[in-house]
């Protein structure tokens, strides 16, 4: 047994203690919650739409140190987190690129050419909640096809003077200071939250995040505000980005950030090095009444990041070099409606515009090779988005329901670097969103929906093309990817035993993206390489049987495969290479068949609560002709927490069997000298155990 299973062992032995009266405090539950991921607010059960949430509670509970953990307990969400911190939903990804929309208060965070979406730059303790479309919605234009994650930093709402303060530590010598002051006072209302993050990792990757976000807003009435927010994080870290381990440093060094290059080679590969910084500052407006609602936000955000991949710095040092990416976002959101009442029907139209203006400027030196052509690699980017939606909602005799809605999107890329190479693109894109429904009363409803929208290429598909696409994937040929997504939801709060969030969905996806190569095995960067489809089942339900217990299920079944494409994949057993292997029929790899979560809540007496939590991930192919499989793996957490007036301890512990976790990259089926699947391996968390402290004035 390890280390870790005592943890499990000793949790547990609390749950039997002799139960004492307790009260039973009711919350809000999360499907009684206003959603803000839509063209309007509405209450999650009347939105008819899939989505989940995912309190700031929630969040402190499980001991999350960046989203990533909170996300893959949603059913369709799949970690596949290698280089840098990611998720796929519903198996919509593709390689070297960001997956869903990634919001902070609705406000899009793009970072760099990638766009890979920067979670570790979000401070856990600064969250209300998260908010998880995984429908086809017009809300939020170009890659929502890949869903949308906007996470609602908090807000103050109470009158006077009140505060939070809270320390943890763990594995890895893992620690986390935040304070939080907050308040209302008159018309105004104000918050200020630090955060301090530190930890050597499970690999010894050293990583650290200060943050700050303060927000101060005036209250003109009960239904009016404006506001004013600004966030700065400052994030730095030792990192084996970029560094895979094969079977032998996997086996031998598994936990090492420094191992040798192979069992011959004794030479080191080194770390990498990254610091970053993000500050954003937006203006605020937001106004409901009765009828009338009006929502707008405009800010900046600029980002810095200094990294430098040393790795090979003892190996070969004229590989080593040092990047620079300077970026400025503006983007501005306006949304508003009205709501008509002629007796027994009611309709609410609402209209909204986007705007984002993106400049990125991106340097790079070799400091140990000063004869490098460093042009390809210098180079500036411009990209702007403008998006107008018009949305539609129409409800009859208080249950028929009816959403119609449409948009339309511009984005226009330009690139252009020292060689030069230029590209000058711009797509037009129409998505749209039909949603009938029942409503059984305020706290159950049905609903039907179909709906259109894309995936725009981030700039380094279109640089790729334009610097080596060739005739097999030049710039002009790339299209963003469509998907029209047909879905049948299920809503209900029954009481407070039974709450179901359910649906079933088909998908067609147009255009996806994969790895383009040709037969001299160059890569001609990522293009559209086929169609796909997916059929899915998602499950969410929670209760409380009795004030002693209470339960969280998650669970979902997802059918994802190629319709049509060719990709470069080895033949078994020959290893042979064939750069157009037919991939239609094959599953999609790396998204899981079957993915669950059991968690049990104790109350065994009052201000004490033990939770235990299975998760579980289903086998998963690794390469396009699903030759090499990744077996399922389950894990499991708990924690217990005690109340004491304004006083919170808990101790928690993660993956605490220490199941191994990886991702790993063949994607080809590639195999060895020995006929043994070449695989690379990202390694991921093992066990980790936390004791934490909080104080709420």
């Known amino acids: 047994m390890k280390s870790g299973s005592v943890v499990l062992v000793a949790m547990l032995c609390i749950c039997p203690v002799a139960v004492f009266a307790g009260q039973d405090v009711e919350a809000v539950h999360k499907l009684d919650e206003i959603v803000v991921t839509s063209t309007r607010k509405t209450k999650a059960v009347d939105t008819p739409a899939s989505l989940s949430i995912i309190t700031g509670e929630e969040l402190r509970d499980m001991g999350a140190k960046n989203i990533v953990e909170a996300l893959t307990r949603i059913p369709g969400v799949t970690d596949s987190s290698s280089k840098s911190q990611s998720v796929i939903i519903r198996g919509n990804k593709s390689a070297m690129a960001g997956g869903p929309v990634l919001l902070i208060d609705g406000v899009p965070l793009k970072m760099g050419d990638y766009r890979y979406s ?20 017009i809300a939020y234009g170009p890659g929502a096809a890949r869903g949308v994650i906007n996470v609602i930093t908090q807000k103050s709402t109470r009158d006077g003077f009140h505060g939070d303060v809270s320390a943890s530590y763990g594995s890895w010598d893992t ?17 200020v939250d630090a955060e301090n993050y530190h930890t ?4 010894e990757e050293e990583e650290n995040r200060k943050s700050v976000l303060g927000r101060i807003g005036y209250n003109l009435s009960d239904q009016t505000r404006i506001g004013f927010r600004v966030n ?6 030792m990192t084996a980005e970029g560094l895979k381990k094969y079977q032998w440093q996997l086996d031998n060094y598994r936990r090492s950030i420094h191992f040798p290059k192979s069992e011959t080679d004794s030479d080191l590969l080194w770390h990498n090095e990254k610091d970053e910084e993000n500050t954003t500052v937006a203006l605020e407006f937001s106004h409901k009444d009765n009828n009338l609602f009006l929502d707008g936000s405009f800010s900046r955000t600029t980002y810095e990041k200094d990294f430098r991949r040393t790795y090979a710095i003892y190996d070969s040092p004229e590989s080593v070099y040092y990047e620079n ?6 983007a501005l959101t306006m949304s508003g409606g009205y709501h008509f009442n002629w007796g027994s029907v009611g309709y609410t139209p609402s209209v909204g515009i986007n705007f984002e203006d993106i400049d990125n400027t991106v340097g790079r030196v070799y400091p140990y090779d000063s004869t490098k052509d460093t042009d390809v690699y210098n180079f500036d980017l411009q990209e702007q988005t403008y998006g107008i939606f018009w949305d539609n909602e129409l409800m009859f005799n208080e249950n028929w329901g009816l ?16 060689v030069p190479n230029i590209v000058d693109e711009s797509h037009d894109m129409i998505s749209y969103s039909v949603a009938p429904s029942y409503h059984f009363n305020e706290k159950a409803m049905v609903y039907a929906s179909v709906g259109r929208n894309y995936w725009f290429p981030t700039p380094r598909y279109y640089a790729w093309a334009v610097e080596r696409g060739g005739a097999l994937n030049p710039v002009e040929d790339l299209e963003p990817e469509e ?15 039974l709450n179901i969030n359910a649906t079933v969905y088909f998908s067609d996806y147009k255009d996806k993206f994969g790895t383009v ?3 001299s095995d160059n890569s001609c960067g990522q293009g559209n390489i086929g169609d796909a489809e997916a059929k899915g089942i998602e499950l969410e339900a929670d209760g409380k049987l009795n004030r002693y217990v209470g339960y969280r299920l998650a669970a979902a079944y997802q059918d994802i495969e190629w319709t049509s494409g060719t990709a470069l994949a080895y033949i078994h057993p020959t290893n042979t290479r064939d750069y157009t292997a037919d991939i239609s029929g094959k599953q999609i790899y790396w998204v899981p068949e079957f993915t669950g979560l059991v968690g049990l809540d104790f109350y065994p007496m009052d201000n004490l609560k033990v939770s235990v939590d299975m998760n579980y991930i289903g086998k998963r192919y690794v390469d396009y002709l699903n030759q090499i499989e990744y077996p399922d793996k389950t894990t499991f957490d708990a924690r217990v927490a005690y109340t004491w007036n304004h006083w919170k301890f808990w101790i928690l512990g993660k993956n605490i069997f220490d199941e191994d976790l990886e991702y790993v990259s063949n994607s080809s089926g590639k195999l060895d000298s020995d006929g043994e699947p070449d695989n690379a391996y990202y390694v991921q968390n093992g066990a980790y155990v936390e004791a934490g402290i909080s104080y709420h004035f």
Request: charged share 35%; aromatic share 14%.
């Open 517 to 519: 190569r040709d037969e």
């Open 200 to 203: 050597d990792g499970y690999e």
């Open 325 to 330: 990416s300077d970026q400025d976002t503006y």
């Open 118 to 137: 920067e979670f570790d730059f979000i401070p856990v303790n600064q969250i209300e909640r998260i908010e998880v479309l995984r429908s086809a919605g």
């Open 403 to 418: 959403n119609i809605g449409a948009r339309f999107d511009r984005t226009q890329v330009e690139f252009q670097d020292k």
């Open 232 to 237: 700065h994080v400052d994030y730095d870290n």
């Open 483 to 497: 998907v029209l997504t047909y879905e049948l939801g299920y809503k209900h709060m029954f009481n407070k035993m």
């Open 175 to 191: 620690h986390d200071e935040n304070v939080s002051l907050s308040g209302m006072k008159n018309k105004f209302d104000f918050l």
